[in-house]
């Protein structure tokens, strides 16, 4: 059974930075594309930033662009989410996830199939 844990989130002011850890166990997360969505409340769920399973490809909302810096390390298993000049509307919960079978980078929620219970991250202004 594929378990993602996401660690890292917290309270924060505007400007702060913070980094999330994502851990996978019981699937090898090589070649497979990972992601991270959040959903704030009232919203719905959205795409942040995902990377192909190289790690080599990227990409990232809109909103999140140059602060934000997805990363994976395969040997490890694991993935983080940089945050840097946090603003009060990156307000929402976190989510790993990890992709069935697609190796390129997707921004697509469908094409994963393993997600994390997701972290708080509260940005106060």
């Known amino acids: 059974q594929v378990q993602v844990v996401e660690s890292g989130g917290g309270l924060v002011q505007a400007g702060d930075s913070l980094t999330l850890s994502c851990a996978v166990s019981g699937r090898s997360i090589n070649l497979l594309a990972m992601g991270w969505f959040r959903r704030a409340p009232g919203k719905e769920r959205e795409f942040v930033a995902g990377?192909?399973?190289?790690?080599?490809?990227?990409e990232y909302g809109e909103s999140v662009k140059g602060r934000f810096t997805i990363s994976r390390e395969n040997a490890k298993n694991t993935a983080a989410l940089e945050m840097n000049s946090l603003k009060p509307e990156d307000t929402a919960v976190y989510y790993c996830?990890?992709?069935?079978?697609?190796?390129?980078?997707?921004?697509?929620?469908?094409?994963?199939?393993?997600w994390g219970q997701g972290t708080q991250v509260t940005v106060s202004s």
């Open positions: 990377c192909s399973g190289s790690g080599i490809f990227t």
């Open positions: 996830a990890l992709a069935r079978t697609k190796f390129g980078v997707t921004t697509s929620a469908g094409d994963f199939d393993a």
